[in-house]
């Protein structure tokens, strides 16, 4: 099975993280975006270095799936660690365990320590656990991958406090511009939910008051829904499994054919076929199908469920990213949830970083309601919006910067001109990023132009020195192109190729260096 060109790429950094000591290391990628393969090729080439290598996941779904990906990917079959069933004894050198069998201390003393080489933890988000550490800290001396879909701030932080470093990271916009996975549009239905008497359970919104919360709006729900879904394959998530079984009585009476499953289902399997085989069109679950079930068709995602989490929430919209034939995009609804609480998940959580600017593609959307709209220009213009606002709050600071008698650039000035929102709002996740910057990274920003007093630590010394790097690679402004040009009144010198600003900069030189008439700093733009 060939694999696709950012497949390759994770593959080879998830290797160049373990030869060069990192143990334990993380892959990101979205939901739909092949995360089971990449881990069959490197547990191919980790047996072809004649390496044992533990498959390790929370649901049996979730073995059975890795299982059938690698024999299906390499042609290499598998033991399994579950129950009654053991891989002691067996001369696979792939093996796919339960944690909830393998935390067994009378389980783990059958096995050496050294037993295993390599360990991949599927769904790595639940790795924090007791029951997965206890293994991972018996099996001390393997290298350890972790593999998830993309985790919110709080999550990759938490993550960090076990995993050492990013191997490899892949964006759902990125994925989506690249055609590896279907583009989202998204519509504010406008019904408002109230949701302000909702409490707090486990670090997100208590499933039963929810259930409360929503119960009265769900003829309403199905109401909205007649107008956008009649012709999608739909698949609504609920909080509780009886508020997912009388949804689906609301939805049938309403004209839908609809289906509920749930984990107590006895027929779970026929009802999923059934609805991939087209004879639902509208399928509810209580969270059953969060992970490890696919229907690439699925062209509409109904979230009832509203969450904090900003994992959850990917998962949940995940199950209609995949690519199918004839489908064109996912439509997301997203109703007005009415909170106190500013936390709450939409659709700006899928493809916005920062907070500000999720915050804003929010309002913006729910300012328009039953306007459909993609996610990614959605993001653009937010993004635009909150660099102009924050650009107006910042001004007197940056104009100060700009007159600054130094030669180095500081690094905010910097951020917003090239309107990098991942360097202004960056937060160090792994130890090492949280360490001072070293006098190598110090020495190489001022080499770039850079004025380095204000970058506070390694990861974010990192990040700034593989931006200049790319941009170098790219044909980009540089810092010191950037903080001349910008000191004169020009905007945005960020975004400017190096020959355009080189090209300003010669002829301010030939005239005396002195802006030539017919040029308005304020208007002009780097290609004219």
Same mark, same amino acid.
């Given at each position: ?383 635009? !919006?909150?660099? %102009?606002? =924050? ?5 007197? @600071?940056?104009?100060?910067?700009? +007159?600054?008698? /130094?030669? *180095? ?52 010394? !990192?990040?700034? %020195?593989? =931006? ?5 690679? @790219?044909?980009?402004?540089?810092? +010191?192109?950037? /903080?001349? *040009? ?43």
């Amino acid at each position: 099975m060939q694999l696709r060109p950012y497949q390759e790429e994770a593959k080879a950094s998830i290797f160049k993280e373990w030869g060069k000591g990192v143990k334990k290391t993380l892959l990101v990628l979205p939901t739909g975006c092949g995360k089971t393969i990449v881990f069959a090729k490197v547990t191919e080439e980790c047996v072809r270095q004649g390496k044992k290598v533990l498959i390790m996941a929370h649901r049996g779904e979730l073995l059975e799936q890795a299982s059938d990906k690698i024999e299906k990917a390499t042609g290499l079959g598998c033991a399994l660690e579950k129950a009654q069933s053991t891989c002691l004894g067996s001369w696979f050198r792939i093996v796919v365990g339960s944690v909830q069998t393998l935390q067994n201390v009378n389980r783990l003393k059958k096995f050496p320590t050294n037993y295993f080489d390599t360990i991949i933890i599927d769904e790595a988000h639940h790795c924090l656990s007791d029951s997965y550490q206890r293994v991972l800290n018996y099996f001390s001396s393997a290298d350890v991958l972790g593999v998830t879909a993309t985790p919110d701030r709080g999550d990759m932080r938490n993550l960090g406090q076990y995993f050492e470093s990013l191997a490899f990271e892949y964006t759902l916009p990125k994925a989506i511009r690249e055609g590896y996975l279907s583009p989202i549009k998204a519509m504010t239905i406008p019904l408002s939910i109230d949701l302000s008497s909702v409490s707090m359970q486990s670090g997100d919104f208590k499933a039963s008051d929810i259930d409360s919360a929503l119960d009265p709006y769900l003829q309403s729900i199905a109401e909205e829904m007649k107008k956008y879904c009649l012709d999608k394959k739909t698949v609504v998530f609920l909080p509780l499994v009886k508020t997912s079984q009388k949804f689906v009585e609301i939805l049938n009476r309403a004209g839908f054919k609809a289906a509920e499953v749930n984990g107590s289902s006895v027929d779970r399997a026929q009802v999923l076929q059934d609805y991939e085989d087209n004879k639902y069109n509208v399928l509810c679950n209580s969270m059953l199908l969060t992970e490890g079930w696919d229907c690439p068709d699925v062209n509409c995602v109904i979230v009832l469920r509203p969450t904090k989490v900003r994992g959850l929430y990917c998962q949940m919209v995940g199950r209609g990213t995949r690519l199918a034939e004839g489908k064109t995009e996912l439509l997301l609804l997203d109703f007005l949830w009415h909170t106190e609480r500013h936390e709450l998940c939409h659709p700006a959580s899928l493809i916005c970083e920062n907070e500000e600017v999720a915050k804003k593609m929010t309002e913006n959307m729910e300012s328009n309601p039953g306007c459909i709209m993609d996610i990614e220009d959605a993001a653009q213009t937010a993004a635009e !919006d909150v660099v %102009l606002q =924050r650009e107006e709050s910042l001004a007197k @600071e940056l104009e100060a910067m700009k +007159k600054r008698k /130094r030669r *180095l650039v500081d690094p905010l000035q910097f951020e917003l001109s090239i309107q990098a929102e991942d360097l202004s709002n960056y937060v160090p996740s792994f130890g090492w990023e949280m360490a001072p910057a070293s006098d190598k990274q110090i020495k190489a920003l001022e080499k770039f132009g850079i004025f380095p007093d204000q970058i506070d630590n390694a990861g974010k010394a !990192d990040l700034l %020195l593989d =931006r200049l790097h790319k941009r170098q690679e @790219e044909g980009l402004s540089t810092p +010191k192109q950037i /903080r001349f *040009l910008e000191s004169r009144g020009f905007q945005h010198v960020g975004t400017w190729t190096f020959d355009s600003a080189t090209k300003l900069i010669n002829r301010i030189a030939a005239n005396g260096w002195k802006i030539p008439s017919g040029i308005n700093p304020a208007e002009y733009k780097g290609d004219e």
